[in-house]
T-cell receptor, first 115, second 109 residues
Framework: SAVISQKPSRDICQRGTSLTIQCQVD?????MFWYRQQPGQSLTLIAT?????????ESGFVIDKFPISRPNLTFSTLTVSNMSPEDSSIYLC????????????FGPGTRLTVL | GQNIDQPTEMTATEGAIVQINCTYQ??????LFWYQQHAGEAPTFLSY????GLEEKGRFSSFLSRSKGYSYLLLKELQMKDSASYLC??????????FGAGTTVTVRA
C-alpha cells in the first residue's frame, strides 16, 4: 500500500481567493489523479496529473480553474482558483503505485468550504 | 463514458449478511473496485476484481462477471462499524476510475 498525505486537511476560504492543495506519497507511483466529492455525492475525476507535463482534464474541468502541477513522481498540487461557494467540496488525491497489487488508493482528502 | 448503478440504501441487522450489487456499462474495462467510505472520511480500498469470479478477503467478498457487466460486494457477519457508504468504481483502460453514486449501508443492533 501507500501512505498518502494531503495538506491542508481542511480550510475555509473567501469567495474570489485561491487555495493550493498538496499531495505527497511515500512510494513511487505510476499514476496520480485528483477527484472532487461534493456534499452528498460520489467522487468525480477532475484530472490526471502528469509528471513534467500539463495535466489531462475531464469534461467540465479546465486548467484555468484547477491548475495542477506534478514536478516529480511522488508530489502533486491542485489549485482551486477564483473560488465560489459551488467549489465547496472534498478534494482527494488518488494514486496507483508502481509494482505490487494493481490497486488505487486515496489520500485523506481536503475539506474546502467557500463562504 | 460509464454508467454505473448501485442501490442507494440498504439496512441489515448486526451479524447478518448483505449483498450490494453493481451493474456497469463501459467503453473500456480494466478492473472493478469497491471502496468503503465512512462519513467525513476518505474512501478506503476494499477489493479489486479484473477477472471473473469471487475474491474473498475475510468478512468481505467481491464477485465479478465481465460478460454481464455485474459485480457484487458481500459483507458477512455484519458489525456496527460496517455502517458506511460503499462505492463501486470501474477503471477504464487509461486507469481513470468512474464511481457509482454509492450505497449507504446501515447496520442495526
Amino acid at each position: 500500500s501507500a501512505v498518502i498525505s494531503q495538506k491542508p486537511s481542511r480550510d475555509i476560504c473567501q469567495r474570489g481567493t485561491s487555495l493550493t492543495i498538496q499531495c505527497q506519497v511515500d512510494s513511487q507511483v505510476t499514476m496520480m489523479f485528483w477527484y472532487r466529492q461534493q456534499p452528498g455525492q460520489s467522487l468525480t475525476l477532475i484530472a490526471t496529473a502528469n509528471q513534467g507535463s500539463e495535466a489531462t482534464y475531464e469534461s467540465g474541468f479546465v486548467i484555468d480553474k484547477f491548475p495542477i502541477s506534478r514536478p516529480n513522481l511522488t508530489f502533486s498540487t491542485l489549485t482551486v482558483s477564483n473560488m465560489s461557494p459551488e467549489d465547496s467540496s472534498i478534494y482527494l488525491c488518488s494514486v496507483k503505485i508502481a509494482g505490487g497489487a494493481d490497486t488505487q488508493y486515496f489520500g485523506p482528502g481536503t475539506r474546502l468550504t467557500v463562504l | 463514458g460509464q454508467n454505473i448503478d448501485q442501490p442507494t440504501e440498504m439496512t441489515a441487522t448486526e451479524g447478518a449478511i448483505v449483498q450490494i450489487n453493481c451493474t456497469y456499462q463501459t467503453s473500456g474495462f480494466n478492473g472493478l473496485f469497491w471502496y468503503q467510505q465512512h462519513a467525513g472520511e476518505a474512501p478506503t480500498f476494499l477489493s479489486y476484481n479484473v477477472l471473473d469470479g469471487l475474491e474473498e478477503k475475510g468478512r468481505f467478498s467481491s464477485f465479478l462477471s465481465r460478460s454481464k457487466g455485474y459485480s457484487y460486494l458481500l459483507l458477512k457477519e455484519l458489525q456496527m462499524k460496517d455502517s458506511a457508504s460503499y462505492l463501486c468504481a470501474v477503471r477504464e483502460n487509461d486507469y481513470k476510475l468512474s464511481f457509482g453514486a454509492g450505497t449507504t449501508v446501515t447496520v442495526r443492533a
